[in-house]
């Protein structure tokens, strides 16, 4: 299994779907995994419950999700906060850190509203505590780092693919 992890909008289900198309392997979100489970938004949930049981339900996904092979997994940010979780990600795969400089992902995620750790008076200085808080659990779990900066899905795709050393099949026309 190939899994994505890295800050909210550095990429890892946009390029998680296009990396899993190449590969003709499943992909497999973790958040959709999560809202699927809890039959609503992961911030309605994170209004009503917490952060603490929202990262409970997260483990336990993620710890299903594992047990799935092989496939693309793209992880929530915040996947990493917890031990099991880092552990359970780098056994069962090859794990990719999308590298994102706060500033490139402010730029993204401007106009987005659906995630609930940016819904902050400064989302700036939110990412760069975010930043400074999980780029260290990130290198800690990842076998391999990709910066993310301004480069296209199917640069980023590539880049994986170079970094794993794996050729995608052809397509049969």
Do not use: W
Not at 98 to 112: G, V, Y
């Amino acid at each position: 299994m190939i899994i994505l992890i890295g800050l909210p909008g550095s990429g890892k289900s946009t390029v998680g779907r296009h990396l899993a198309r190449r590969l003709q392997l499943p992909f497999l979100d973790s958040d959709q995994a999560i809202e699927l489970r809890l039959g609503c938004s992961i911030r309605e949930f994170f209004e009503r419950e917490g952060e603490d049981r929202f990262r409970d339900i997260e483990q336990e996904v993620i710890a299903q999700l594992c047990a799935q092979a092989p496939g693309v997994l793209a992880t929530g940010g915040g996947a990493v906060l917890r031990l099991a979780n880092r552990d359970a990600l780098r056994a069962a795969g090859t794990v990719v850190y999308l590298q994102s400089q706060p500033e490139d992902l402010m730029r993204r995620l401007r106009h987005d509203h659906k995630r609930p750790l940016l819904q902050v008076a400064d989302p700036m200085a939110r990412l760069r505590d975010l930043f400074a808080q999980r780029d260290p659990l990130y290198r800690e779990t990842a076998h391999h780092t990709v910066e993310t900066g301004r480069p296209s899905v199917s640069s980023l795709v590539n880049a994986i693919l170079g970094q794993l050393h794996i050729t995608p099949p052809r397509r049969l026309n």
